[in-house]
C-alpha cells in the first residue's frame, strides 16, 4: 500500500497518544533529548516522540521531520495510551541512551532509545534505532505510531507487513521495522501497534535501514540486551579518555558527549547542529540550515577535545582539515569556504520547501545554506589556530600539509585588508569587520609560531610586517575613542560579542585598559543578566528581516573574558546563571529566548564547544 508524504496525520497524531492541545501541537524545542550512532542522530521528545531524524547521514534527507510540520512532517510515537501521564527524562549516566519515564494511573513505565555506534570491522553499518519499552511497576499499555515521510515528506512510500515486521520503502531508501508485537496497516502507508506490559516485561522496536532483500528480523530479548551493553561500554569507555576533573565535571561531560554525538565518523567531521530551520525567534524567517561543519566551529573544536583529552578525535579533525586546504584562486570567497558537507563536499545549495510550515509556523524551511559562498576572513585565523594547537597538543602538522596551508596564508597575506560579510553571516553587504581583521593577525602570529617551534621553511620578516600591520590598523581603525571600545567595523560605534574573544586569542592583554573598557562597553549594551545579544539588530542591519535572541555561546565568551580579567565572582554567578538555561539533559540550543525558552537549531556544538571552554578556564582561575 503507498501513502503520499503530503497526506494529513492530524488524526494519526491524535492516535498515536501524543496529548498536545491544538494550540500545542510542537513540543519546545528543549523538551528533547539526543540519540545518535556518529553518522546522524535522533530527537526524542518528552512526550516520547521522535519528530526528527535524517537517515543515514546528518544531512541526509529526514524520514521523520514532525519538527518542522507537526501534520506532515513524519513521526515515530510511543507514549502512554491513557489520559493522566506525565513524563521525565534522562541520559543513562555518561552515555549517549535515553531514558523516557512516563508516570501513569496504572504504574511507571520508560522507554530506553539509543543507536548503536559503528562496529570495528563491520562491513555495513546498519544505522540501527532501538527503542525498548520497559513496565516498571505495574501493568500499562502503549501506543506506538511510525509514520514516516520519506525525503522531505515528498517522496511516496510503500509499506508491508512481514511476520516480523513491517517495511518501509521509497525510491530512494527502504527501513525495515523488527517488532515482536502485532501491527496493522493505519493511513494507507504507516503502521500501529498497541500493547500491554506487565512488571518486568518489555516490548522492543528496532528500525533499520534495510537493503536490497532484507526483512525485518526476530531480535531476541538477549539480542537487544547485547547491543544495549555494547552500547553502554562504548560511551563509558570513551569517556574514560577525558582528563577533566574540575567543578563542572559533569556539565562539562555531556558537553563533550554531545560533540562526540554530533561528529561524523567516516570523515571526523562535526556538525554545528543536526537540525535545519528551527527559528531564531518563532514566526521569524531567520532560520538556516546547519547540518554542515563549519571551519570556524573547528577551530573551537579542536581547543575544547584537546583539553579534555580526546587527542584521537582532535586528529581525526585535524586530517578532514587538512583535506580542505586544496588552493584554488576561481572563486571570490578565497581558496577555503567557511563550510562544507561532512564528507568535504563544497556545493551546499540553499532551497526552500514551502510545503513544510516550519516550526510553529515559522518558514520558510531551507535546505542547503547560501552562504557557504560568502567571503569570512576570519575562518583563516580560526583555522590557523586550531593547527597550532593539534600540533602542539596532539598529532604534528605534517610537511605536506604545511605547503598547503602556506599558499592559502599567502593568499589571506594579500586580501587581508578588504571588506567581507563577517562572522555572523551579514546578507548586507561586505563591511572592514574588526573581528575579520583580528582572526586573519591570529592566522599569521600563529603560523610565525608554527614555524620557529618546527624550524619550517617560511618567509618570517614578511610574515611579521603583515601580522604587526594588521594590529597596527585594529588599534587604530577598529578602536572607538569616542566609546572607548573596539567596534563591530571600522566608522561605526556598533558593539559586537565577537570582540569578546580579543583576549582569549591573546590578541590583547585581558587587563588591558582599552579592553577593560571595551569589556565593560559590551556588559552594559549587550548583556541582559549572563545572556548576550551578538550585537543590537536596530543598530546594526544585517539585511535579514525580523529580530533575534541572545546566543548562548557568547554568553559563554562573557563569561570567559570576565574570568581572564580577573571578575571571578561575577564570572562564576554569570556561568552558573547560564547552567539553569540548559535544558533537563544539559542540551543547549542556539539562542535563549525572552522568557527563557530555548530557540534556534538544536542542540548547537557552538554552544557546547564555548562551555567547555569557559568551565576549563574558570576552574583553572579559581584555583
Known amino acids: 500500500m503507498a501513502l503520499d508524504g503530503r497526506a494529513d496525520q492530524s488524526e494519526r497524531v491524535v492516535a498515536a497518544g501524543v496529548r498536545r492541545a491544538p494550540r500545542a501541537r510542537y513540543l519546545p ?26 537517515c543515514p547521514h546528518f544531512d541526509s534527507p529526514s524520514v521523520f521531520a514532525g519538527l518542522l510540520d507537526a501534520d506532515h512532517g513524519g513521526m515515530f510515537g510511543i507514549s502512554p495510551d491513557c489520559e493522566g501521564w506525565s513524563s521525565k527524562q ?118 533499520d535501514r534495510a537493503g536490497t532483500g532484507e526483512m525485518p528480523v526476530p531480535y531476541s530479548e538477549a539480542d537487544i540486551a547485547a547491543e544495549f551493553d555494547a552500547t553502554v561500554a562504548f560511551w563509558r569507555r570513551w569517556l574514560r579518555h577525558s582528563r577533566y576533573s574540575g567543578r563542572w565535571r559533569e556539565t562539562v561531560h555531556r558537553s563533550a558527549l554531545t560533540l562526540k554525538l554530533l561528529t561524523y565518523a567516516p570523515t571526523g567531521a562535526i556538525v554545528a547542529a543536526p537540525t535545519t530551520s528551527l527559528p531564531e525567534a518563532v514566526g521569524g524567517a531567520r532560520n538556516w540550515d546547519y547540518r554542515y561543519t563549519w571551519l570556524r566551529d573547528s577551530a573551537f573544536s579542536l581547543y575544547a577535545l584537546l583539553r579534555l583529552g580526546f587527542t584521537e578525535e582532535a586528529t ?63 575562518i583563516y585565523g580560526e583555522l590557523m589556530d586550531s593547527l597550532y594547537l593539534c600540533n602542539k597538543y596532539g598529532r604534528p602538522l605534517y610537511h605536506d600539509g604545511w605547503t598547503q596551508l602556506t599558499h592559502n596564508l599567502e593568499w589571506l597575506m594579500t586580501h587581508w585588508d578588504q571588506p567581507d560579510e563577517g562572522i555572523w553571516e551579514m546578507r548586507a553587504g561586505r563591511r572592514d569587520y574588526t573581528f575579520s581583521r583580528l582572526m586573519s593577525w591570529v592566522a599569521i602570529e600563529r603560523a610565525i609560531r608554527v614555524a620557529r617551534q618546527r624550524g619550517l621553511p617560511a618567509d618570517l620578516p614578511r610574515w611579521m610586517a603583515v601580522r604587526d600591520s594588521i594590529y597596527d590598523q585594529i588599534m587604530e581603525r577598529g578602536w572607538n575613542p569616542s566609546r572607548q571600545a573596539f567596534v563591530q567595523h571600522y566608522g561605526t560605534d556598533v558593539l559586537d560579542a565577537s570582540l569578546l574573544l580579543m583576549p582569549l586569542c591573546k590578541f590583547i592583554a585581558p587587563t588591558d585598559p582599552r579592553w577593560i573598557s571595551t569589556l565593560d562597553a559590551i556588559t552594559a549594551e549587550l548583556v541582559s543578566d549572563s545572556l548576550v545579544y551578538r550585537y543590537n539588530v536596530g543598530d546594526s542591519p544585517d539585511g535579514l528581516s525580523g529580530g533575534e535572541a ?13 574570568a581572564r580579567a580577573g571578575r571571578l565572582d561575577e564570572a562564576r554567578l554569570a556561568f552558573e546563571k547560564m547552567l539553569t538555561y540548559a535544558n533537563h539533559v544539559g542540551l543547549y540550543s542556539e539562542e535563549i529566548g525572552p522568557t527563557g ?8 556544538a557552538f554552544t557546547h564547544l564555548a562551555l567547555i571552554s569557559a568551565a576549563y578556564n574558570l576552574d583553572r582561575q579559581l584555583g
Open 90 to 207: 534522562l541520559y543513562l549516566p555518561d552515555t549517549a541512551i535515553l531514558i523516557t519515564r512516563f508516570l501513569m494511573p496504572g504504574g511507571v513505565g520508560e522507554v530506553q532509545d539509543f543507536m548503536p555506534p559503528p562496529r570495528t570491522g563491520e562491513a555495513v553499518h546498519r544505522h540501527r534505532m532501538i527503542r525498548r519499552v520497559l513496565a516498571v511497576r505495574g501493568q500499562m499499555r502503549f501506543a506506538v505510531d511510525v509514520a514516516p515521510r520519506f525525503d522531505y515528506a515528498r517522496a511516496r512510500h510503500d509499506v508491508e507487513l512481514t511476520p516480523y515486521g513491517a517495511l518501509f520503502r521509497s525510491p530512494e531508501l527502504a527501513l525495515s521495522l523488527s517488532t515482536r508485537s502485532p501491527l496493522e496497516i493505519v493511513d494507507g502507508g504507516d503502521v500501529r501497534a498497541r500493547i500491554t506490559v506487565r512488571a518486568g516485561e518489555t516490548a522492543t522496536f528496532v528500525l
Open 29 to 54: 524545542i528543549a523538551e528533547h533529548g539526543l540519540i545518535g550512532d556518529l553518522h546522524t542522530v535522533a530527537l526524542v521528545g518528552t512526550d516520547g516522540t521522535i519528530d526528527w531524524y535524517c
Open 550 to 562: 541572545t546566543f548562548s555561546m557568547c554568553s559563554f565568551w562573557w563569561v570567559e573574558a570576565l
Open 597 to 604: 525558552e530555548q530557540l534556534g537549531n538544536f542542540p548547537q
Open 316 to 378: 581525526a579533525f585535524m586530517q578532514w582539515l587538512e583535506g580542505r586546504f586544496r588552493y584554488t584562486t576561481d572563486r571570490d570567497s578565497g581558496p577555503l569556504q567557511i563550510m562544507y558537507g561532512i564528507d568535504g563536499r563544497e556545493d551546499l545549495p540553499e532551497e526552500e520547501l514551502p510545503h513544510l510550515e516550519g516550526y510553529m509556523g515559522s518558514g520558510p524551511v531551507r535546505i542547503g545554506n547560501r552562504a557557504a559562498t560568502q567571503l569570512q576572513l576570519d
